[in-house]
C-alpha cells in the first residue's frame, strides 16, 4: 500500500538523479547528444513518479475514509432521516450546536 508506493517514488526519483548526473558528470564527454537525451528522460521522471505515487491501488481506502454503512448510500441522503439530503428547512447546511 503505502510503503510500496514510496518505495516505486523514491526508486523513479534516484533513478532521475542518476540520469542527470552520469550524462554531466561523464557521458557528456563521450557524446553531448546522448547526455542531452539522458536529461530529457530524466526530465520526464518526476511527473510520472508523482501521478505513480499518487495513484489509488485497489486495496487502498480513499483519503482514509471507512466505507459507508451497509444499506445507506452517504452521497444522494437516502438514509437522512429528514429526507432533505444534509441540509436544513432554511436551505443551508447543517450545523451540529452553536448558533447559525
Do not use: Q
Amino acid at each position: 500500500m503505502y510503503a510500496r508506493r514510496r518505495r516505486r517514488y523514491f526508486t523513479m526519483m534516484a533513478i532521475c538523479v542518476v540520469l542527470f548526473v552520469s550524462a554531466w558528470a561523464f557521458v557528456r564527454l563521450w557524446s553531448v547528444p546522448a547526455a542531452i537525451g539522458m536529461c530529457v528522460v530524466a526530465m520526464i521522471i518526476p511527473p510520472l513518479a508523482a501521478i505513480t505515487a499518487n495513484k489509488r491501488e485497489s486495496d487502498d481506502r480513499w483519503w482514509d475514509e471507512p466505507p459507508p454503512p451497509e444499506g445507506r448510500d452517504s452521497t444522494d441522503g437516502a438514509g437522512d432521516p429528514g429526507g432533505e439530503g444534509g441540509r436544513d428547512a432554511g436551505g443551508g447546511t447543517r450545523r451540529s450546536g452553536g448558533r447559525h
